[in-house]
């Protein structure tokens, strides 16, 4: 089978289409047709860190320990393992298993759920990493409730436009932080309100918003705060190491959130997506081959929702 390998450090172009030895499942696992992926930041951001902190934080001294990437997957069931109760052979699937930029990967049943009938398989494949996300740091960590006011900062990438979806779903008034290019898009999802970033600074405004979705923002936490109410919460996703360390040091009303993929919130992502209460945003479509290309795309903080990657 054909898979994307980064089996030495360097740009994105150091990542190469290869063939590898299609893999078999293991007894609790399922054998995936891969018909498309999608780009998260994890995919990327790893080309921002100097080669030093790539060693550091476990990633391999010499070369990338595991040289497969890719994480969102979409496809069709080819085979499953002895202990696999709730697949079988030919089903559409959606969910995470890391490799998934290649023809086949291998994931366990509780990473997966049944494809959303009404879309197709590129457009599932844009859900599972970003709007696990975005569900969880709305839900869980956030715990929105109808009728809060809810600012996404940084509305226009894909887990933000997740969020923005997600929290309007929850009841919420949502205002849409966005650069001036996303303003429409903004608007295509539900937001009630959009700021245009390059215009007007949030942080400074009278406005006080009950949580705030900084996704993948560069505000100091402190800055955010002041545009909190009193019983506000802010949300950091993604973003700098700064942001990280200002998250850790603010207390209770600032917290972070990192995805995690269970079956669970696929199958709740799988309903909202089926009711239309959130529609994936895709901005651009690339070929397996041209993985590098994406991420070199994303790389220039370009895109408006989710970079997809199609598996002839």
């Known amino acids: 089978m ?51 902190i790539r060693r550091l934080i476990g990633l391999g001294l010499r070369r990338p320990k595991d040289p497969t990437t890719g994480y969102d997957l979409a496809g069709t069931v080819e085979a499953v393992g002895a202990a696999v109760t709730q697949f079988r052979p030919g089903d559409p699937v959606f969910g995470t298993k890391r490799g998934a930029f290649a023809e086949y990967v291998c994931s366990t ?73 996303n303003q429409e898009m903004a608007r295509s999802i539900g937001a009630d309100h959009v700021l245009d970033y390059t215009r007007e600074d949030f942080t400074t405004g009278a406005q006080r918003y009950d949580v705030i979705l900084n996704v993948n923002g560069y505000q100091s936490i402190f800055a955010c705060g002041r545009a909190l109410t009193p019983a506000g919460t802010y949300v950091w996703i993604g973003g700098s190491l700064k942001a990280m360390v200002q998250t850790w040091v603010g207390g209770r009303r600032f917290r972070g959130v990192m995805a995690n993929a269970n079956q669970k919130d696929l199958l709740v992502l799988k309903d909202l997506v089926e009711s239309g209460k959130i529609v994936p945003a895709i901005d651009r479509r690339y070929p397996l081959r041209d993985v590098a290309e994406a991420i070199t795309y994303l790389l220039g903080r370009h895109a408006s929702g989710k970079v997809v990657i199609t598996v002839p």
Request: aromatic content about 6%; some cysteine.
């Open 109 to 181: 049943e509780d990473r997966l759920a049944p494809k959303p009938a009404n879309v197709s398989f590129d457009v599932a494949a844009a859900v599972p990493v970003a709007a696990l996300t975005a569900l969880q740091a709305v839900r869980n960590v956030a715990k929105v409730q109808p009728g809060q006011k809810v600012l996404v900062n940084g509305a226009g990438g894909g887990v933000g436009t997740f969020a923005v979806q997600i929290a309007k779903a929850f009841g919420a008034e949502v205002t849409a932080v966005c650069s001036t290019r």
């Open 2 to 52: 054909k898979a994307i390998i980064q089996d030495s450090y360097g740009p994105p172009a150091s990542l190469q289409l290869r063939e590898r030895e299609k893999p078999s499942p293991k007894e609790n696992e399922v054998l995936v047709r891969v018909h498309a992926s999608s780009v998260n930041a994890p995919d990327w951001r790893l080309f921002t860190f100097p080669l030093v």
